[in-house]
């Protein structure tokens, strides 16, 4: 029977009890945590990890003080192997070909940005020098699958900044590339050619956060896990999570539109971004800093700009409504034999958890097994299971959350929906559950790369897709465990909660061979299904020629028409999104 061999821990998080084993099931004795990647981190590291967010000393209504507020990188992540060099985009896609109505840089552009932005460290310059390794952070993505030919690199420091360096850019003909954490998945961060890269990071002031309402008003280029760490300390939660919250920018996110890991709970940040500023490619800024949720004066025009991948201006700050920090927290882990049972466990978290579910994730055997190959330790669970999920509970009473959690696993352990299970006992146990599920991102590129579909399909069939398409590579005689074949795996994992599925395929090396293979085929599987081809990272270069799976022909020519409006020269991040 399941339930004989179930391992069950009781946790809550923040001193929400003790460790007790929950009626009728063996106990655990705790969960290892596992050791750290192994063959990531050191040199290899890849992840710019920006400074500490600024105080403002502005006026405001925030009540934290400087000294206060932490810095935490703790989830910045290293890149993958750092040996293998991107090559080209241009080499990779030669059907690409330079617009020819934007200028080349001269020294003279580069002397105006200069005598603009000051200081030495505003300007990484190319042209009147060899800049090369200085760029090249800039110029390649954290997949290593797209690199730009950028020569000048441009860090403002101000909206003023901003505005003086886009007006001098149209004026003169010069493509750009809003730049934040660079941890994009779809080569939308990444020039194609010769742009210029805009970097936000030193735009990193917390402006103000207003405790009663929970408002946070800051800059485009704070990096996430440091907001969410300012607000944390009054009892509230940044609404977005992400495994590259301790690079990514708060900029980047609104800009991609990120899920991440509590959509469930939290919503996406079209609900959650109150006010946005704005840079038009003229110059102008377009000020919409509304601090109130409830704003129906006219056409939403921040709405455009989430989500927008730096096609129509640069954000540069940002109001986003934060919500109450749940003080009690529960994370349960367990092994699923199919995924129609995955999708029963879900329904029945649902239902019996409701109001306290906050986040439900599905992980595939095959990513868990990958995780475990790269980076060793103990896995929370003995033996191979065909899919896990990862149910987090947040609410504010630890005994009654407590409760919800081990009646909900009762249920689905009784019924032989789960096989096996453990609940972290602690905040450091929920962090290693947790890692098992963020650090697929990272262990499945250490092969060698990884071809990335962030795909929302309706629940019933989200997984077929993952057979469908081992089957298809594996005929070609792609799959296999040597050199000679270019595909390690195929692995499905992501957020059940939102039907958003990541189908991930694991390569020794990117390959025209493969790259034929997979599109447009599974764009079409996607179009069948009317799902979306783009659940959360955003379309980039990746996705640009294949908007029309998801997207019909009359709002492809809207999109274009607001493009258009917003940016006629067509400087904003050219070549991609449209
Ligand atoms: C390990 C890992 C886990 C991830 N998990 C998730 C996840 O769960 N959910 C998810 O949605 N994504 C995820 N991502 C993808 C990525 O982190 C997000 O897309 C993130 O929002 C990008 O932020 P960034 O600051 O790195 O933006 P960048 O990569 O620098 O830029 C992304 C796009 O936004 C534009 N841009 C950046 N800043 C601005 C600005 N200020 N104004 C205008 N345009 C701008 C760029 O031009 C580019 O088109 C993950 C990535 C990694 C590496």
């Known amino acids: 029977m399941a339930a004989a061999r179930a391992r069950l821990l009781r946790g809550v998080a923040n001193g929400g009890g003790d460790c007790s084993r ?6 655990l004795s705790g969960l290892v945590a596992p050791a750290a ?41 290293s890149g993958t192997a750092a040996s293998r060099a991107a090559k080209l985009t241009t080499d990779s896609y030669p059907g690409l070909t330079r617009d020819s109505r934007f200028s080349k840089l001269t020294p003279g552009h580069v002397a105006y940005f200069k005598q603009l932005l000051g200081q030495d460290s505003a300007v990484i310059d190319g042209i009147n020098a060899d800049a090369a390794a200085d760029i090249e952070p800039f110029n390649e993505d954290w997949m290593h699958k797209y690199k730009g030919q950028c020569r000048l690199v441009l860090k403002p420091g101000s909206t003023e900044d901003v505005s003086k360096i886009l007006r ?16 994009g998945l779809v080569g939308g961060s990444i020039p194609v050619f010769d742009e210029i890269v805009i970097g936000m990071g030193r735009m990193n002031t917390i402006h103000s956060f207003d405790d009663v309402s929970g408002s946070l008003v800051l800059d485009a280029g704070c990096i996430l896990e440091v907001a969410d760490q300012h607000v944390a300390q009054q009892g509230y939660v940044f609404p977005l999570d992400l495994g590259a919250k301790g690079s990514c920018h708060v900029g980047g996110n609104v800009s991609t539109n990120a899920g991440g890991l509590r959509l469930l709970r939290y919503g996406s940040l079209h609900g959650s971004v109150l006010g946005v500023e704005a840079v038009l490619p003229d110059g102008t800024v377009m000020d919409d800093m ?39 927290v529960n994370v349960a882990l367990f092994g699923v034999e199919s995924y129609q049972k995955a999708q029963t466990a879900f329904r029945e978290a649902k239902l019996q958890l409701s109001e306290i579910l906050s986040a439900f994730e599905l992980m595939d055997g095959t990513s ?9 330790g103990t896995r929370p ?32 352990m009784s019924n032989e929906v789960v096989a096996d299970g453990v609940v972290a006992q602690d905040a450091t146990q929920i962090k290693t559950l947790w890692s098992w599920r963020e650090g697929i991102t990272e262990c499945i590129g250490h092969f060698g790369g990884t071809y990335k579909y962030d795909v929302s399909i309706p629940l019933p069939d989200m997984y077929l897709i993952v057979h469908d398409v081992k089957a298809r590579l594996s005929e070609a005689g792609l799959v296999g465990d040597t050199d000679d074949h270019p595909v390690v795996d ?60 998801s997207r019909n022909e009359t709002m492809i020519g809207l999109m274009r028409q607001i493009k258009t409006l917003f940016d006629p020269n067509g400087i904003m991040n050219p070549y991609k999104y449209i």
């Open 22 to 27: 929950v009626s009728g099931l063996s106990g």
């Open 37 to 77: 990647c192994r063959g990531l981190g050191g040199a290899a590291a890849r992840a710019r990890l920006s400074s500490a967010c600024r105080s403002s000393s502005s006026s405001s209504s925030s009540s934290v003080s400087p000294q206060r507020r932490s810095v935490g990188t703790s989830r910045s992540f």
């Open 168 to 183: 001098y850019c149209n004026e003169n003909m010069l493509a750009v590339v809003p730049q934040g954490g660079n941890t």
């Open 290 to 328: 509304c601090t109130l949720r409830k704003n129906n004066t006219g056409y939403d025009l921040k709405q455009l700009f989430i989500g927008a991948e730096g096609t129509l201006g640069i954000v540069t700050k940002l109001v986003v409504q934060c919500a109450q920090r749940s003080p009690a």
């Open 368 to 376: 868990q097994r990958l995780v475990h190959q790269v980076r060793g």
């Open 381 to 412: 669970l003995e033996g191979d299971h065909p899919f896990y999920c990862l149910v987090e509970t947040s609410g504010s009473n630890g005994e009654h959350d407590y409760e919800k959690l081990e009646k909900f696993l009762e249920h689905v």
């Open 490 to 549: 195929v692995v499905g994992y992501g957020h059940m909660g939102d039907s958003n599925l990541h189908l991930n395929i694991a390569v020794r090396r990117y390959d025209k061979e493969v790259e034929t293979a997979l599109e447009p085929y599974v764009y079409e599987w996607i179009e069948k299904r009317r799902g979306s081809i783009s659940a959360e990272h955003g379309l980039g270069l990746a996705k640009k020629n294949y908007v029309g799976y």
